[in-house]
T-cell receptor
Framework: DSGVTQTPKHLITATGQRVTLRCSPR?????VYWYQQSLDQGLQFLIQ???????AKGNILERFSAQQFPDLHSELNLSSLELGDSALYFC?????????????FGPGTRLTVT | AQSVTQLGSHVSVSEGALVLLRCNYS??????LFWYVQYPNQGLQLLLK??????LVKGINGFEAEFKKSETSFHLTKPSAHMSDAAEYFC??????????FGKGTRLHILP
């Protein structure tokens, strides 16, 4: 158990819909990362937040957005969903403040768009 | 900028045989290197990491990796494969105070 929690575990929705994925980082970790993992694209970094502020952006679509709240949990919002958005979405957290940032991953949310 | 290349998207070894998963990195600054493992339907779990010091790093489940600066490599090995080692393995590189870059992963198959 990494200490990172994600909800829900599974999500099935229809094209065009909007969903919200939730992540709680390990206690004491200020940074949250979101990744998308699919068979064809592999593990893709989406976005990073540090203590409520956006820190880095990766291959995140404009239809996707994220935020980190004062209690440090984070939400990833996916809108106007397409079939190709079906994937595993992982959240990871790490301690910030410099140094070597090994990341601790949550169990993931499997999103299926039908 | 950092990058990492994992050689072989699939590797098959017999149970009891040596496991060798290859990783080469590119970094303009001293790298920090990681191996993560992902079991089916689970998140990634840190196997081992190299930061500084001893170049041979031991991790969990009997795995180890050796940092070879001259070869820009960080290959993962295990002397004797077990069926439970079947998983996907990700090599990753980072620099001081920078994000982690993951490789595309190598799926390890263990043959009985």
């Amino acid at each position: 158990d990494s200490g990172v929690t994600q909800t829900p575990k599974h999500l099935i929705t229809a094209t065009g819909q909007r969903v919200t994925l939730r992540c709680s980082p390990r206690s004491g970790d200020l940074s949250v990362y979101w990744y998308q993992q699919s068979l064809d694209q592999g593990l893709q970094f989406l976005i990073q937040y540090y203590n409520g502020e956006e820190r880095a952006k990766g291959n995140i679509l404009e239809r996707f957005s994220a935020q980190q709240f004062p209690d440090l949990h984070s939400e990833l919002n996916l809108s106007s969903l397409e079939l190709g958005d079906s994937a595993l979405y992982f959240c990871a957290s790490s301690v910030e403040g410099g140094g070597v940032r090994e990341q601790y991953f949550g169990p993931g949310t499997r999103l299926t768009v039908t | 900028a950092q990058s990492v290349t994992q050689l072989g998207s699939h590797v098959s070894v017999s149970e009891g045989a040596l496991v060798l998963l290859r990783c080469n990195y590119s970094s303009s600054v001293p790298p920090y290197l990681f191996w993560y493992v992902q079991y089916p339907n689970q998140g990634l779990q840190l196997l081992l990491k190299y930061t500084t010091g001893a170049t041979l790093v031991k991790g969990i489940n009997g795995f180890e990796a050796e940092f070879k600066k001259s070869e820009t490599s960080f290959h993962l090995t295990k002397p004797s494969a077990h069926m439970s080692d079947a998983a996907e393995y990700f090599c990753a590189v980072s620099a001081w105070d920078d994000k982690i870059i993951f490789g595309k992963g190598t799926r390890l198959h263990i043959l009985p």
